[in-house]
Every structure is written in structure tokens, then in C-alpha cells.
Nanobody, 122 residues
Framework: QVQLVESGGGLVQPGESLRLSCAASGSFFSINAMGWYRQPPGKQRELVAT???????NYADSVKGRFTISRDNAQHTVSLQMNSLKPEDTAVYYC????????????????WGQGTQVTVSS
């Protein structure tokens, strides 16, 4: 059973920083891409940032220059450093990862964490 668990959400004021972490556990062969998505109140889930197992990153335009995604392949973790937070960053943040479960099959399966609330308000 593969599992992703997020941590690090909370309430901060505009301009402050927050770091989210997500740890993968369970039985799998490897992890391909990992990423962070968010769902603002009343809106659909949207991409925040992704990172390949080789370290290539991709960001939504709204967070470029403020957020940084990173991963530790040995620890099976992905993190999101969020700086200069704005009220519009308020959302439930979800991590996801594409797992290769077996060494003999290249098929990947995407799993999601349970989400962590980030609220930016004065």
C-alpha cells in the first residue's frame, strides 16, 4: 500500500513564508514525477509545481519566483518552499507522485496525499 502524507500547512500573514513537505511510504520500486497542486475555496484543483526524478521543475505562472519545489530521492520526499505568500495562495495543497510499483513493469500509478490547508490572511 502506497501512501503520501503532507505536513506543514497553517495560517500565515501576507508576505510570510511556509514550507510544505510530503513523504511517500509503502512498497514500490521507484518514484517518477512528484508535484504539488492546490484547490482554492470554490475553485478547481490547479497545478502549482512539478519535479521529475532528474530534478527538472515546472511552475504555474502565479507562483514563479516565489515558490520552490525540491525532492529528496533517498528519503522519498518532496517539499514546497513558499515565500512572499499572498491571500490568493489560500487553498488546500495536495502532493502527488507517480509510482512505479514493480521493477518488471514501467507502468506508473498516480497517488495523492490527503491535503493540507494553507491560509494567508492578515
Amino acid at each position: 500500500q502506497v501512501q503520501l502524507v503532507e505536513s506543514g500547512g497553517g495560517l500565515v500573514q501576507p508576505g510570510e513564508s511556509l514550507r510544505l513537505s510530503c513523504a511517500a511510504s509503502g512498497s514500490f520500486f521507484s518514484i517518477n514525477a512528484m508535484g504539488w497542486y492546490r484547490q482554492p475555496p470554490g475553485k478547481q484543483r490547479e497545478l502549482v509545481a512539478t519535479i521529475t526524478n532528474g530534478g527538472q521543475t515546472n511552475y504555474a505562472d502565479s507562483v514563479k519566483g516565489r515558490f520552490t519545489i525540491s525532492r529528496d530521492n533517498a528519503q522519498h520526499t518532496v517539499s514546497l518552499q513558499m515565500n512572499s505568500l499572498k491571500p490568493e495562495d489560500t487553498a488546500v495543497y495536495y502532493c502527488n507522485a507517480d509510482f512505479q510499483i514493480h521493477s518488471w513493469s514501467s507502468t506508473s500509478f498516480r497517488y495523492w496525499g490527503q491535503g493540507t490547508q494553507v491560509t494567508v490572511s492578515s
